[in-house]
């Protein structure tokens, strides 16, 4: 298993003790995964779906799939839908959780749709995404991609045969961009954990609180 791989298992890992420490999981807790992945290239992919024992109150939302992973997790309920509005009544379920998604729904618009959907649906939520600022761009694990112009940093994507991580398929996010789109979302009650490898921030953990 490369380094790569290590540190990923690592931080998911990290993720999910963070999780069931700040959440009272019961065997009625009902859980909104938005973002499964259909193809699985790791051990840590869709690691909600292998960890938590209740896969029966899990419901998996996505835009496009859902026959493999149905295969896979026969008792988690799929729900696909057009990336637009959750089609959920509102608090439907006790948590939401989405692990390296926000940064995939497209522009600001979107990202703020994105939380203002979550906060609607759910009573409480645990989402996490990758520190814009972290030396390395770990969608590609090139090292500084990400602080060059768009232009280039598209041209070099093309060139070693990534162009799938061209236009709007990243919004990379900072510790001041997740409040200032938190605060357009109405959303008052959080808490953002920063995971740390070495001295640098990897990614954010944002806690969305029950309304008071």
Known sequence: MSIINQISGFNRKRKWNIFNKLF???TQTTILDVGFNEQEYSPWDNYLEKKYPYPNKITALGIAGGSLFKKRYS???VVLYNGDRFPFFDKEFDIC???AVLEHVGNREQQLLFLQEVKRVARTAFITTPNKYFPIEIHTRTPLLHFLPQRIFFSYLSL????WATGSYMNLLS???L?????AAGIERYQIIQNKLLFFTLDFVIIIKEDN
């Open 75 to 77: 008792q988690v309920n």
């Open 175 to 177: 510790m001041k961009d």
């Open 160 to 163: 070693i045969g990534k162009g």
């Open 179 to 183: 409040k200032s789109l938190l605060a």
């Open 97 to 99: 959780w989405s692990n």
């Open 24 to 26: 009272k999981l019961t």
